[in-house]
């Protein structure tokens, strides 16, 4: 195990409005370029609480980054799955819920270092 001081910088935060917004206007100009390329879009897969397989996200948050152009890169992505079934019935907290963070920079990360776990 290791742990990380990572400093966000420009972050594309999957939990804010404005970065959803912009990641679908992507998804549409994704949608438009493998149309007229006549190819199948990736999918994600797995089931509905087991969904580990994002290749679709992933081509998207990408093309994002990569047609920002003039716009800055984004150094960062962070956002939050909810994953596994529910903890308990009608729950809608999950039980593998998780926040990940993507570091494309890696002028973000500031440290690393090994956490003293002890049981």
Request: hydrophobic fraction near 40%; aromatic fraction near 6%; glycine fraction near 8%.
């Amino acid at each position: 195990m290791v742990g990380a001081v990572i400093q966000l910088g420009a972050c594309l935060d999957l939990t804010n409005i404005a970065h959803t917004t912009l990641l679908a206007e992507a998804y549409a100009q994704v949608q438009e370029a493998f149309v007229s390329a006549n190819k199948p879009l990736p999918e994600n897969t797995g089931t509905d609480s087991d969904l580990k397989n994002r290749q679709l996200d992933c081509l998207v948050i990408n093309w994002l980054h990569e047609q920002s152009g003039s716009h800055a890169r984004f150094a960062t992505v962070r956002g939050i799955f909810s994953e596994g079934g529910p903890i308990y019935p009608g729950a809608k907290i999950m039980t593998q819920t998780h926040i990940q963070v993507v570091v494309r920079d890696k002028r973000c990360i500031l440290g690393v270092f090994r956490p003293n776990i002890t049981s």
